[in-house]
């Protein structure tokens, strides 16, 4: 008998197909905002002419904007947004961009709401040994249209880089949810193939190691093997035409359906794990990190597992093959790394790698059980 708990998150709605700036629009009338603070990627907004148009369209309700978030969210970033939204009273966030913007809006909104004006006072928020502390609920929420396909505009987690030990560390509470999301593949063609892609494996690997978690239950399993099986399709087209905007629509939804087990609360396994420290120790993109230790993860847990990692293959459109090897010869297709190798990480970091592993959430819910370091070196010679 199943048993299990689904808590659906605090979205009121996605919106798709429709243009960005028609979309935001329609959501600040919605919410009666008449103070945004737009985060926005900087590419977008010095090389395209998508923000302005977004600017425009919102007039005098446009209280400003903020373009300066780096990969992988550092702190000093999130302070400095914090304090220009905080300087024109915003009563909204509207983020365009990636995933380090989204996160990085996350992160801004429990730093307005707790009085955060400091790099060290993100201590306060941040979780210690998987719990969230006592904090209070921001009430300067977030819209976002997402430019990458890692899915992280539908999750109420954040990972901020504290850069004094290069660790990503996770905030986390309900209301950091964006209230809607808005997917618009036609601002998605601005964002170069390497990282639209690349997101699009870490939406494949939420789905892969959602589907083999030992966690999971069959309405997540609903959503990661149609999401899987959306992107298995969609990614190879969006390679093969990158004006095809309906293979970019396709992949948005995939990563959509991709992270409804996460939000329901499956855990994700070792490659997320491993893929934290990449990102925060060693400046790995997230997409590449998936790319390169999803394969990996797959052999190792493959003893304990291949029940369901043969969903996986049948999802992929390869029944009876096995799955490593399917997601392996997928993620060359597209022109992604495969290997530890190719983004810069060398074997004498695998034991300062293993040790900050074991320290993130996701590596003791692995579903191979993972008891020592040793067992991620192993790992990490399989993606060497």
Same mark, same amino acid.
């Given at each position: 008998?199943?048993?299990?708990?689904?808590?659906?998150?605090?979205?009121?709605? =996605?919106?798709?197909?429709?243009?960005?700036?028609?979309?935001?629009?329609?959501?600040?009338?919605?919410?009666?905002?008449?103070?945004?603070? /737009?985060?926005?990627?900087?590419? /977008?907004?010095?090389?395209?002419?998508?923000?302005?148009?977004?600017?425009?369209?919102?007039?005098?309700?446009?209280?400003?904007?903020?373009?300066?978030?780096?990969?992988?969210?550092?702190?000093?970033?999130?302070?400095?947004?914090?304090?220009?939204?905080?300087?024109?009273?915003?009563?909204?966030?509207?983020? =365009?961009?990636?995933?380090?913007?989204?996160?990085?809006?996350?992160?801004?909104?429990?730093?307005?709401?707790?009085?955060?004006?400091?790099?060290?006072?993100?201590?306060?928020?941040?979780?210690?040994?998987?719990?969230?502390?006592?904090?209070?609920?921001?009430?300067?929420?977030?819209?976002?249209?997402?430019?990458?396909?890692?899915?992280?505009?539908?999750?109420?987690?954040?990972?901020?880089?504290?850069?004094?030990?290069?660790?990503?560390?996770?905030?986390?509470?309900?209301?950091?949810?964006?209230?809607?999301?808005?997917?618009?593949?036609?601002?998605?063609?601005?964002?170069?193939?390497?990282?639209?892609?690349?997101?699009?494996?870490?939406?494949?690997?939420?789905?892969?190691?959602?589907?083999?978690?030992?966690?999971?239950?069959?309405?997540?399993?609903?959503?990661?093997?149609?999401?899987?099986?959306?992107?298995?399709?969609?990614?190879?087209?969006?390679?093969?035409?990158?004006?095809?905007?309906?293979?970019?629509?396709?992949?948005?939804?995939?990563?959509? /359906?991709?992270?409804?087990?996460?939000?329901?609360?499956?855990?994700?396994?070792?490659?997320?794990?491993?893929?934290?420290?990449?990102?925060?120790?060693?400046?790995?993109?997230?997409?590449?990190?998936?790319?390169?230790?999803?394969?990996?993860?797959?052999?190792?847990?493959?003893?304990?597992?291949?029940?369901?990692?043969? /969903?996986?293959?049948?999802?992929?459109?390869?029944?009876?093959?096995?799955?490593?090897?399917?997601?392996?010869?997928?993620?060359?297709?597209?022109?992604?790394?495969?290997?530890?190798?190719?983004?810069?990480?060398?074997?004498?970091?695998?034991?300062?790698?293993?040790?900050?592993?074991?320290?993130?959430?996701?590596?003791?819910?692995?579903?191979?059980?993972?008891?020592?370091?040793?067992?991620?070196?192993?790992?990490?010679?399989?993606?060497?």
């Amino acid at each position: 008998m199943h048993r299990g708990r689904v808590v659906f998150g605090a979205m009121d709605e =996605v919106v798709f197909g429709h243009p960005a700036a028609e979309a935001i629009s329609e959501q600040l009338d919605r919410l009666g905002s008449r103070r945004a603070f /737009l985060m926005v990627s900087g590419t /977008l907004n010095r090389q395209t002419d998508e923000i302005d148009r977004i600017r425009k369209s919102l007039g005098p309700r446009c209280a400003g904007i903020f373009d300066a978030m780096p990969a992988h969210t550092p702190r000093e970033a999130v302070i400095a947004a914090t304090n220009a939204a905080r300087a024109v009273d915003a009563d909204l966030i509207v983020t =365009v961009g990636g995933g380090s913007i989204t996160d990085g809006a996350k992160a801004v909104q429990l730093c307005l709401a707790n009085g955060i004006d400091t790099v060290e006072g993100i201590d306060r928020i941040r979780v210690v040994k998987g719990v969230a502390p006592e904090m209070v609920a921001p009430t300067v929420r977030q819209i976002s249209v997402p430019t990458t396909i890692a899915g992280g505009e539908f999750s109420a987690i954040a990972g901020v880089t504290n850069r004094r030990t290069n660790v990503k560390e996770m905030l986390r509470h309900p209301l950091v949810m964006p209230r809607a999301t808005m997917l618009d593949p036609a601002i998605t063609v601005h964002t170069p193939e390497w990282l639209f892609l690349s997101t699009g494996i870490r939406a494949v690997d939420h789905c892969v190691e959602a589907i083999c978690s030992r966690e999971t239950h069959p309405f997540a399993d609903a959503q990661s093997v149609k999401g899987l099986s959306m992107l298995a399709q969609a990614l190879p087209r969006v390679k093969a035409d990158p004006s095809d905007l309906d293979a970019r629509m396709d992949a948005q939804i995939g990563t959509w /359906l991709s992270m409804g087990a996460l939000a329901m609360g499956v855990p994700m396994g070792a490659s997320h794990g491993i893929g934290y420290v990449l990102g925060s120790a060693f400046d790995v993109p997230h997409g590449y990190t998936s790319c390169v230790m999803l394969p990996a993860v797959m052999r190792w847990n493959r003893p304990d597992n291949a029940d369901r990692q043969a /969903l996986v293959a049948s999802a992929m459109g390869h029944p009876g093959a096995d799955a490593a090897d399917v997601l392996d010869q997928f993620i060359r297709a597209l022109g992604m790394p495969r290997s530890l190798k190719e983004v810069g990480v060398a074997p004498e970091h695998f034991d300062r790698i293993a040790e900050q592993a074991m320290a993130t959430p996701w590596v003791p819910r692995n579903p191979r059980r993972i008891e020592s370091p040793a067992q991620i070196h192993e790992i990490l010679l399989l993606a060497a």
